[in-house]
């Protein structure tokens, strides 16, 4: 594991010993979870940036919102068929029980 040093305001150095003494975790592993939290979130944020620029080409293009809606009207079909098996599966898993209501439907 690697190690490096870490220059912290009083105030910030003060608000971790407390949050390590309240919970029973020594500073360094708060740390590394606090670092880890923040770049996974902005792993994320890019990520969601990079679809959204995605979306934006294709709904900016006639022709691939044209294509788009035609998938769309593909993949309902399978959708619809692949719900239908798993309503009649999960009805046969359990016999005289009521069905549950199809909030999807």
Do not use: K
């Amino acid at each position: 594991m690697a190690a490096f040093s870490l220059r912290l305001s009083h105030e910030l150095e003060r608000r971790l010993g407390e949050e390590a003494r309240h919970c029973g975790q020594p500073r360094s592993e708060l740390i590394r979870e606090a670092l880890e939290q923040l770049l996974r979130r902005r792993e994320q944020e890019r990520f969601m940036a990079g679809l959204v620029a995605a979306a934006e080409v294709l709904a900016s293009d006639a022709s691939a919102h044209t294509e788009s809606l035609d998938l769309s009207a593909d993949f309902l079909t399978a959708d619809s068929e692949a719900l239908a098996l798993a309503e009649e599966a999960a009805s046969q898993d359990q016999p005289g029980q009521p069905r549950p209501q199809q909030w999807w439907r």
